[in-house]
């Protein structure tokens, strides 16, 4: 059997999802193929940085402005056009392929099965449902296998391989959307999804210049990454895509602190598997004590800017 | 333009599932169902669309058990002119709705399907990609603002990074995300009003869809557990068990 996974990348560089999501679906058996797909220049760096990837057999390359904003239907109608050489299509659960892969699978007649967090065989992987709250177990039974990964629960496949690169053949545009703009936050920060340490603020921060005030500069401190509560976020302290959580985005860094958080099912759902959690809240009640491994009650406006002096002196 | 909204009937959002001791499932019985709060912001957009004179109809359709009527009455009471059962019984999955809801599409030709992002059931996030594939029509998940352009739509897209903002052609499909709106409550005299107003029932059948699963559900198991940790009495403790316990500084 061969696999097509769809590399993530920003249309310059290969974005860690993706060698997240290689683990993946190396575990499926087969060999595998590195779909790049992209607009200008930096698609061909990415295909080089996919090619050195240990496990590639082959890395494909798609150039050309219908893929330049990640649009689902010319995607979609791309990876279909591929489809007959394959047997298993995967691709890190990140915004672009939440959009764009179940388009694939139903072109293909496949029940896509979403972010698994295993695989079990080749055809039977573990998927969360209800938030995390559940873990179920399924066996695809369609021909052609669709799956989205769910990267935080996958290591990262490291380099050291040296495939080769070919064009993919090209597919039409069904010309349906077209792009208008973007508001993309520009930060020196990690991503949330990978990075080591996440700093995140909850509805307590009380506004947008709290976030800067104490959470951004202990996460600076840190070298972390901010994320935010779904509260935190729709009372607009914090913008949508810091959002962790069952609908935002699941993380699983070595150190996530929660500031202010009281630990809704839906916020736990995005970050119960980080390896150290530790939570400050003046509610000693509050759920985010019942996962955390070390908790501190207490008012955040005074502990915060401590816990940032403090990690100074260690030289932080 | 008509307005099409599907509405899945799912467990309450604040309820703790249990997964049953068997591993079969999760506990349904004596639970609270819910319109899938997704789809309330679908419910909930299409009758601002109606209110400021975009649409003209604004139709909800379930496809479930013949309490998924009552989703449907939920989404009348919020303002919708009509709904539309479509009884199936037992796990139906995203590609078999989107097939449903594609015979229904064509049935009603509405100008716009508005569907939740996901179901708090699943959390597949398949449904409104899988139906714009099987109509062949313009998809924008994940939507944070829409608006209508003649039969064409500017829709803005909450995606990793921030947002997005592209151009879809009509007839399009527009999948939810949280910050489209706040959705009303219903009031008194709407739930009232909404007994009144007509339920289409149907079956799966009338559509001559195979609703046979394709995914075989082996075990529903539980999380592993995580354990509640240490309190710690203040900043200096903590960053000193972080330092030499967890070994994370």
Known sequence: MTTLLIAEHDHETLKDSTNKALTAASQLGGDVHVLVAGGGQGTKAAAEAAAKLAGVAKVLVAEGPAYEHDLAEPLAALIVAL?????????PATSRFKNVMPRVAALLDVMQVSEIIKVVAPDTYERPIYAGNAIQTVKSKDAKKVITVRTSTFAAAGEGGSAAIENAASAADPG????????????????????????????????????????????????????A????????????????GQTGKVVAPELYVAI???????????????????????DEDAPIFQVADYGLVADLYQAVPELTEALGKLGK | ??????????????????????????ELANVKMSMNPFDEIAVEEALRLKEAGKATEVVVVSIGPAQASETIRTGLAMGADRGILVKAEGNVEPLAVA???????EAEQPGLVILGKQAIDDDSNQTGQMLAALLGWSQATFASKLEVEGSDFKVTREVDGGLQTIKLKGPAIVTTDLRLNEPRYASLPNIMKAKKKPIDDKSASDYGVDLTPRLEVLKTAEPAGRKAGVKVKDVAELVNKLKTEAGVL
């Open chain 1, 260 to 282: 202010g958080i009281s630990g809704a099912i839906q916020h736990l759902a995005g970050m119960k598997d980080s390896k150290v959690i530790v939570a400050i809240n003046k």
């Open chain 1, 83 to 91: 489809a007959p050489n394959y047997d298993a299509f995967v691709a």
């Open chain 2, 99 to 105: 097939k449903i809801l594609k015979a229904v599409v």
């Open chain 2, 1 to 26: 333009m008509k307005v099409l909204v599907p509405v899945k009937r799912v467990v309450d959002y604040n309820v703790k599932v249990r997964v049953k001791s068997d591993g079969t499932g999760v």
């Open chain 1, 229 to 244: 509560s779904r509260a935190a976020v729709d009372a607009g302290y914090a913008p949508n895509d810091w959002q962790v």
């Open chain 1, 176 to 227: 349906l959307s077209t792009f208008v703009g973007e508001e993309v936050a520009k930060s020196d920060r990690p991503e949330l999804t990978s990075a080591k340490i996440i700093v995140s603020g909850g509805r307590a921060m009380q506004s947008r210049e709290n976030f800067a005030k104490y959470i951004e500069p202990l996460a600076d401190k840190l070298g972390a990454g901010v994320g």
